[in-house]
């Protein structure tokens, strides 16, 4: 199994600005995904983070909003950029060794 | 595009009571998985089905994959108040990308 930290756990940030939350895997894992959890929902993917080339994005998600990088195989970064309250949601990554996929404990995000 | 229907939507049984949830989907499933998650928080592994028929066991949660590999059920036998949270089925939307797509979730509360 792998397990996966994210940083922050929760954070309440201001509209207009942005924030990079930080997901470290303890071992190396092929893919790592960064999904969206709005409130009362299920989750959504947003990217596909890429080691060492840029993230792949899904239907809905840009680049310019939530730039993401993967430097490594253990360790990614997704920034929400320019945020509005419709961006509160938790945050999660996951990390999928062959034939698994693990998650990170979320980041929280509220928008106000 | 393919999805996944959990059901019930909720569930409130009484301790030590056995209980089930259902996710089906209109397609083959490459690969099904079931997470526990606490409100607000990451998600829990809990299993992994991949083969038509396959049943796996932890504890007293008990996941099984039918035959068409189109549902998967989650048992848990003689409920108690640490079962109670948000039981998510995700699944690989094809057999390399690693992208998962999930159900709704199934929000579970065990009166003592």
């Known amino acids: 199994s792998a397990v996966i930290s994210q940083k922050p756990s929760r954070d309440i940030c201001q509209r207009g600005t942005s924030l990079t939350i930080q997901c470290q895997v303890d071992?190396?894992?092929?893919?790592m995904f960064w999904y969206r959890q709005q409130p009362g929902q299920s989750l959504t993917l947003i990217a596909t983070?890429?080691?060492?080339?840029?993230?792949?994005?899904e239907s809905g998600f840009v680049i310019d909003k939530f730039p993401i990088s993967r430097p490594n195989l253990t360790f990614s970064t997704l920034t929400v950029s320019n945020m509005s309250p419709e961006d509160s949601s938790i945050y999660l990554c996951?990390?999928?060794?062959?034939?698994?996929?693990?998650f990170g404990q979320g980041t929280r995000l509220t928008v106000v | 595009s393919q999805e996944l229907e959990q059901s019930p939507q909720s569930l409130i049984v009484q301790e030590g009571k056995n209980l089930t949830i259902n996710c089906t989907s209109s397609?083959?499933?490459?690969?099904l998985y079931w997470y526990k998650q606490k409100y607000g928080e990451g998600l829990i592994f809990l299993m992994m089905?991949?083969?038509?028929?396959e049943e796996k066991s932890h504890e007293k949660i008990t996941a099984k994959l039918d035959e068409k590999k189109q549902q998967s059920s989650l048992h848990i036998t003689a409920s108690q108040p640490s079962h109670a949270g948000i039981y998510l089925c995700?699944?690989?939307?094809?057999?390399?990308?690693?992208?998962?797509?999930f159900g709704q979730g199934t929000t579970l509360q065990v009166k003592p």
């Open positions: 089905l991949q083969k038509g028929g």
């Open positions: 995700g699944a690989d939307r094809s057999s390399n990308t690693g992208k998962l797509i």
């Open positions: 397609k083959t499933l490459y690969g």
């Open positions: 996951s990390g999928r060794p062959v034939n698994e996929a693990f």
């Open positions: 983070a890429n080691q060492g080339s840029e993230a792949t994005y």
């Open positions: 071992s190396q894992v092929t893919m």
